[in-house]
């Protein structure tokens, strides 16, 4: 019986110890340095890993990952695993992310998951070491990058006691709406989510097999969920090759991202929906002329609203090189779920719902159906009852990949994960996002804290921070946030933040009034204020999050980094 993915990582080790587990772009592209690690290899440093945190008596304890882009993250994970150590994935605050929101971050996730050591490169560890004035939380935690960890060390790793309750890792959430709270995902969790994401998205031994196990090509960030559950672990999960290079690299070059699966033709490459924008936004005649993507069936679209523009844009602009719609692969999902919720049907097109006055890229996009094993209901948020068909409410879930709670934090657990609705049994996680089922597709139209209501009528501020990006070029995919202000007189006023192209400030005016006119026909709202901000400045979470509260109250105390802002409407 297999107990945990180190189980099927060692037998993967024992039957096909040569296979490539990973391949590493080093600068992010297919024809540059390559670094590969194979399943033998990767088996033998998680387990001297592991053996190291269990001669310390770590066994139990919390570690805290923090690397660089790159493989050794992925020993570490694994080795925590295997010396039954709960992993708590991290960004280390160093280069260009040390800044105030990073270290903050890894204050937080230090004190809140009382961590006892850190894993991580060996760069890393020793900046750490100078960093004690900033962050006073490391003083008595061990230290340790992994890379010096002899391989010898596997010799003396003795397999955990491990249930599908014992806890595997703390994912912390992404903070988009509240501080991040760390998910209790356990064995049983991790392994339930890697079935359903393989069902889901057709990782069937055939599909291996016609692939030559090259399933995989991901620059998405290895400490966030999608990353991290999706690409990663499935190919542990499944024993496939997986292609990974660094998130920054995709965006220095977007292109390198369509090279790498042109070069390496996996099945299965994805990312949220501002990724398909960016990738747009650079292609040429040039780029389309070199690329085969032929082999590209699931390209899978999460994480953010996912756009039926975006969806028709790249589908005729790759099309020359052999994408297809169908390849598109909308899905829903979150970290008190592991990951994967709901997904598309592989090979078949994306599900649009036509607004009435028939602009197809307008269109509400399906995040598919649930995944095997999986409960998605629609209730009343205010009361626990179920709501019929086409009616919006809170996304309510329940299954075996649903999370035990939150790290110590009980009230959160208990009303989160605990809710009960008539004629279903067991319990239910309240995701907090809104959305609609019809005939068993999900379909997301935003985060319940974040809806908008102005004059009584609601509005998502994802549908118009969509209209103000499709109103100007020069402004940013993923990079708008809109939210409301009260006026105490006139109640609630809509503002939008957006960052637009430096290059583009003269026509500052211009751009707002183009916004204005968007949002006034699409939705019939008059924005109160448009500001424009340079690149860059819009609160983002750790995974790519626009932070609309945060943006909100940078925007109400003046602390907006403005190129062109107009005088409030």
């Not at 779920?337 to 509400?364: H, I, K, N, Q, W």
Request: proline share 7%; hydrophobic share 40%; with cysteine.
């Amino acid at each position: 019986m297999v107990r945990s993915l180190v189980d099927l990582l060692t037998t993967h080790a024992t039957h096909q110890p040569d296979r490539t587990a990973y391949r590493y772009l080093l600068t992010g592209d297919p024809d540059g340095e390559v670094q590969e690690i194979s399943y033998a290899r990767l088996a033998t440093r998680s387990l001297a890993v592991a053996a190291w945190l269990q001669d310390r008596g770590l066994a139990g304890s919390r570690a805290m990952l923090l690397y660089p882009p790159g493989l050794d993250f992925i020993s570490g994970y694994l080795g925590c695993l295997a010396a039954g150590v709960v992993a708590v994935p991290g960004v280390p605050p160093l280069g260009r992310s040390r800044n105030h929101r990073a270290l903050t971050r890894t204050k937080r996730l230090i004190a809140d998951s009382d961590a006892k050591v850190i894993l991580g490169g060996r760069e890393v560890v020793d900046a750490l070491a100078a960093m004690t004035g900033d962050l006073p939380e490391l003083d008595g935690i061990t230290r340790v990058a992994t890379e010096d960890i002899p391989d010898e060390a596997a010799a003396s790793w003795r397999a955990p006691d491990l249930t599908a309750d014992s806890v595997a890792f703390l994912q912390y959430t992404s903070g988009s709406t509240s501080a991040p709270r760390g998910v209790v995902i356990t064995h049983g969790n991790l392994l339930d989510n890697e079935r359903v994401i393989a069902e889901r998205m057709g990782h069937t031994p055939d599909v291996i097999e016609e692939y030559g196990h090259e399933l995989f090509v991901s620059w998405l960030p290895v400490y966030h969920d999608m990353g991290l559950i999706g690409p990663v672990l499935n190919a542990v999960y499944l024993g496939v090759t997986a292609t990974l290079f660094s998130p920054l690299h995709f965006l220095q070059r977007p292109d390198r991202w369509l090279k790498a699966v042109s070069r390496y033709r996996p099945h299965t490459s994805g990312a949220p929906n501002f990724a398909y924008e960016l990738c747009l936004r650079h292609a040429t005649p040039e780029l389309v002329d070199e690329l085969d993507l032929r082999s590209w069936k699931v390209a899978f679209n999460g994480a953010e609203p996912v756009r039926a523009a975006t969806l028709r844009r790249f589908t005729e602009t790759f099309a020359p090189a052999g994408f297809r719609r169908e390849a598109f692969y909308p899905c829903y999902g979150l970290a008190e779920a592991t990951v994967m919720v709901t997904g598309g049907t592989v090979a078949a097109r994306p599900v649009l719902l036509e607004p009435a006055d028939g602009d197809t890229d307008g269109s509400a996009v399906g995040c598919g159906r649930p995944g095997p094993g999986l409960t998605v209901v629609v209730a009343d948020p205010d009361g626990p009852r179920e709501l019929p068909e086409g009616e919006v409410g809170e996304i309510w879930v329940r299954g075996a990949s649903v999370a035990k709670g939150y790290w110590r934090n009980t009230l959160a657990t208990r009303e989160h994960f605990r809710a009960t609705l008539p004629g279903h049994e067991g319990r239910f996680l309240r995701t907090g996002d809104l959305g609609f089922l019809r005939d068993g597709e999900l379909f997301v139209t935003g985060r319940r804290k974040d809806l908008m209501v102005i004059d009584g009528r609601n509005h998502y501020p994802q549908d118009l921070e969509l209209s103000a990006e499709m109103s100007h070029p020069a402004l940013r995919p993923g990079c708008t946030a809109a939210f409301s202000v009260d006026s105490g007189v006139d109640g609630e006023l809509p503002v939008l933040v957006a960052e637009v192209d430096p290059d583009a400030a003269g026509e500052a005016e211009k751009i707002v009034d183009q916004v204005r006119g968007a949002i006034g026909d699409a939705h019939g709202l008059s924005v109160h204020d448009v500001v424009l901000v340079h690149p860059g400045t819009i609160p983002k979470t750790s995974s790519g999050k626009i932070q609309r509260r945060a943006t909100r109250t940078a925007y109400l105390d003046g602390a907006l980094s403005v190129i062109g802002a107009p005088a409030a409407g």
